[in-house]
């Protein structure tokens, strides 16, 4: 490391003019009610700590449960994958108009009303979100052996296939606006703790802290995240109507393709959190702690000194020392303005969401994924991605943390380490072709057995065949069936079965025509059981392979090494612009992140990924719902591609930033004025 970059330009902030008005309500609490007992939170590391519990729920509810559950609501609500995208981007959507105008008007204001009036604006948003597990009616589904609607899953020759006229009209797209309003306030009530909320804290340590106390918060949120996802995979291999029917008469098992758990139990925990997490934060002053904290927050700043980029050699001093007024909407284009023209700032933005485009994207359909390519079910997918994300988003978040504050890096460093995580999580790209090859589907894959004597491309594959054409079968329902372990059948329907016998859970099939060699129109369905035992059972052949564990692994460092990158990124945009736009800058990047990153990112990663769709549900009127079967090489191949693109595009992004960042000449005795700096705030703090 060269010790000339270590030691890059800085100027003391005092020449920034810093005031702070005098404290009216030094002390802890609200409307009056400041017990003695309660002034032990006035701290910052007390702040920290719920700081830190929002962050825990905010990453379990937002980026865990409803990342796990979305395969849930997919099948529950009949959506396809840029439908269930568009969900998971809702939050962004809400997020999108404030962000800017958050950080620049709350700067200079009590932000901890704020911070705390929008975790309860989050609350809220869980409310709306839950609402439809308990306004709409019960799931029904349709399995052999037994059935909880009009139709079964066997071939019944003589029975009508049901037509649009007939079919009963769609309940569950009613419920679709009140996933996308919770989404929004969900994104509407976390801006505040992510704009002004880090700048508070900021402005309440030492510099060389920020970063560490930021790496804690945004672990916390990658814990929560895989608690998230733990905890929602095992609320998932509940019914969903636990609640309201009695489990022992459910014919489904969470392996089952139409099955659906609890997903709306992790939503109604997050409720709770935040209404409790809401109320304390609303407590804390203007500044930490208490009566010393305009002398601890004037000590503060005049111990920093200047990182601010140099847009030219003699830029303007305005420019640098910003004396814009926060409340000001006159100077708010003016603001954004020097941002803009700051080219180090605008590639840190950029950097962050080409990286929040991938993460997003990968979150949300990442239970579908493990799902897809290796035969997991959902509780299961759930517990892996969450043990993944513990020590993988985690441990990369503190690691990128810790090396800023071990090697005291300047901007210039921490950009080029940014990029060489970047790079290294690129060439671990390839891990998504570690899958497990499933077992070929008649009609799909390869031809129905009873044509096995013709190739593929001999014949047309599709599911209907003519030892099933007279079964009227649909595709509104999955239950795979298993042919000797090498053929799987969509449906005992699609296998022509006419009778099934179920033991202990284990289903088995008889007069299967698609099994049969001596079928003929005369006795296809005659309804007598076959002498010779038929070796169909119930179940997708599905095989645990070694390559589940290769992907962990490597997917496990793709996540340490790219969350390394996040809060370094923060605290190298918070260096890089005047200190009284830090706020309004943390507010443009997450603004930028989510207008290109999260808010697309998902939808972009569901058009991706039913791009690769072999098999979707279709009803009588022709309306698709979700996408039951999708082709594992052409979705490795496609995810593949993209997350190469991205990752060099956020590598490319470092490499210019570190090359045009241009910090301001430093005068040899800053070193003194900042150790002088930060003895006197060692004093105001105990009181000398």
């Not at 704020?114 to 306004?135: D, E, I, N, Q, T």
Request: with cysteine.
């Amino acid at each position: 490391m060269d010790r000339r970059e270590v030691k890059v330009a800085k100027k003391p902030l005092t020449e920034v003019n810093i005031v702070s008005k005098p404290e009216k309500e030094g002390d802890y609490g609200c409307c009056g009610f400041r017990p003695r007992g309660l002034q032990c939170l006035n701290n910052v590391r007390a702040h920290v700590l719920f700081h830190v519990l929002f962050n825990f729920f905010e990453g379990f509810v937002v980026n865990g449960v409803i990342n796990v559950i979305i395969v849930a609501l997919e099948t529950r609500y009949k959506l396809s994958s840029i439908k269930s995208g568009l969900i998971a981007s809702g939050n962004d959507f809400g997020a999108f108009p404030f962000l800017l105008f958050v950080g620049f008007f709350m700067e200079g204001r009590r932000k901890p009303r704020y911070m705390a009036s929008g975790v309860l604006v989050m609350a809220l948003g869980c409310l709306l979100f839950v609402l439809p597990h308990f306004l709409g009616g019960k799931y029904t589904y349709t399995v052999s052996g037994g059935t909880t609607n009009s139709t079964g899953n066997l071939c019944a020759i003589g029975q009508n296939k049901t037509t649009c006229d007939q079919q009963e009209p769609e309940t569950t797209s009613d419920m679709y606006p009140f996933f996308l309003i919770g989404q929004v306030l969900l994104g509407v009530g976390a801006v505040p703790m992510f704009t002004v909320g880090l700048t508070y804290i900021d402005e309440n340590t030492k510099p060389k802290m920020t970063s560490f106390y930021t790496g804690i918060i945004f672990a916390s949120a990658a814990c929560g995240v895989a608690v998230g996802y733990v905890t929602g995979g095992q609320t998932l291999s509940l019914f969903v109507d636990i609640d309201t029917v009695d489990t022992e008469s459910v014919l489904l098992t969470a392996s089952d393709p139409q099955w659906v758990g609890a997903w709306w139990i992790g939503v109604l925990v997050s409720l709770a959190a935040f209404m409790v997490i809401g109320i304390p934060i609303m407590g804390y002053p203007r500044h930490m702690p208490g009566k010393l904290g305009c002398a601890r927050f004037n000590a503060l700043q005049n111990s920093r000194v200047s990182e601010v980029h140099d847009n030219t050699a003699n830029s303007r001093k305005e420019e640098l020392e910003h004396k814009y007024q926060a409340n000001s909407i006159r100077d708010f284009p003016k603001s954004v303005v020097v941002l803009v023209r700051n080219p180090a700032f605008v590639l840190l933005c950029l950097s962050a969401a080409f990286d929040s485009l991938i993460i997003t994207g990968t979150a949300t359909f990442g239970t579908k994924l493990l799902q897809q390519f290796f035969g997991v079910d959902l509780p299961t997918a759930g517990t892996i991605m969450g043990g993944i994300t513990v020590p993988g988003a985690g441990g990369g978040m503190l690691l990128g943390g810790w090396i800023v504050k071990r090697w005291s890096l300047s901007v210039r460093g921490i950009m080029r380490m940014c990029m060489t995580f970047t790079l290294l999580s690129l060439l671990l790209s390839p891990a998504f072709f570690a899958h497990c090859t499933r077992k070929p589907m008649a009609g799909v894959d390869r031809v129905y057995p009873l044509n096995s004597n013709l190739s593929s491309s001999d014949v047309s594959l599709h599911l209907t065949s003519d030892c099933n054409a007279d079964c009227n079968c649909d595709t509104q329902g999955m239950e795979p069936v298993c042919y000797r372990g090498s053929t799987v059948f969509f449906s005992p329907c699609h296998a022509g079965c006419a009778s099934v016998l179920n033991e202990k859970g284990t289903k088995s099939y008889f007069n299967c025509q698609c099994t049969l060699g001596n079928f003929t129109s005369q006795n296809r369905f005659s309804g007598a059981m076959p002498e010779a035992e038929v070796d169909l059972v119930g179940g997708s052949c599905a095989e645990t392979c070694v390559f589940l564990y290769v992907f962990c692994f490597l997917f496990f460092l793709i996540m340490v090494f790219t969350f390394a990158t996040m809060s370094p990124n923060i605290t190298a945009v918070m260096r890089c612009v005047p200190f009284n736009q830090r706020s309004q800058a943390v507010g443009l990047q997450l603004l930028t992140a989510r207008g290109i990153g999260t808010t697309p990112g998902p939808v972009l990663f569901g058009v991706i990924v039913d791009s690769a769709c072999v098999v979707w549900q279709e009803s009588a009127c022709g309306s698709r719902g979700q996408c039951w079967l999708y082709d594992q090489q052409h979705l490795a191949l496609y995810i593949m591609a993209w997350w190469i693109g991205l990752k060099l595009c956020g590598a490319a992004c470092y490499g210019f930033a570190s090359l045009v960042y241009n910090p301001p000449e430093r005068p040899e005795e800053d070193d003194e004025k900042e150790e002088e700096g930060e003895k006197k705030t060692s004093m105001v703090e105990h009181g000398l």
